[in-house]
């Protein structure tokens, strides 16, 4: 979580499913739970998010992910977004953007594999306390 805000404690987290289940049944997508196929093991979760913060690009539809320590760099991030993109071509969603922090080389490097291009950087203003998460690289892909 050295990339976000701060860990979410149990309310918050379960907050954030209901969020989830409410955003998959308005829009047919949300932040989807990721398990292992051969094991069923829970990894973390993957997939989009219609952000609506005040910026010059929102709303919009981002794509990102949140993996336990152990699954990275073993391919789930970029594999799943992408089905998230395939997932969403051809529901009327032309662009899918995402946000890294500067410091998040991983998360950029997946942003590339997927395809996604640089378009610019963000400072998010409800971040500008700590300093080394606040400024944001945006990625964008349209489909």
Not at 55 to 71: N, Q
Not at 90 to 114: F, P, T, W, Y
Request: net charge positive; hydrophobic share 40%; with cysteine.
């Amino acid at each position: 979580m050295r990339y976000f805000e701060k860990p979410l404690s149990v309310e918050e987290s379960q907050a954030m499913m209901d969020r989830m289940r409410k955003m998959y049944e308005d829009r047919g997508y949300c932040y989807f739970a990721v398990e292992l196929l051969k094991t069923g093991e829970f990894t973390g979760m993957i997939g989009l998010e219609r952000k609506t913060f005040e910026a010059d690009f929102t709303p919009r539809v981002d794509i990102g992910w949140r993996l336990d320590k152990r699954f990275w760099n073993q391919g789930y991030a970029s594999e799943g977004a992408k089905r998230c993109l395939v997932f969403v071509s051809g529901s009327g969603i032309s662009e899918v953007l995402s946000l890294a922090s500067i410091g998040n080389h991983a998360s950029v490097q997946v942003l590339k594999k997927i395809g996604m291009n640089y378009w610019k950087d963000f400072q998010q203003r409800d971040l500008t306390y700590k300093l080394d998460i606040s400024t944001l690289q945006l990625y964008r892909i349209s489909l």
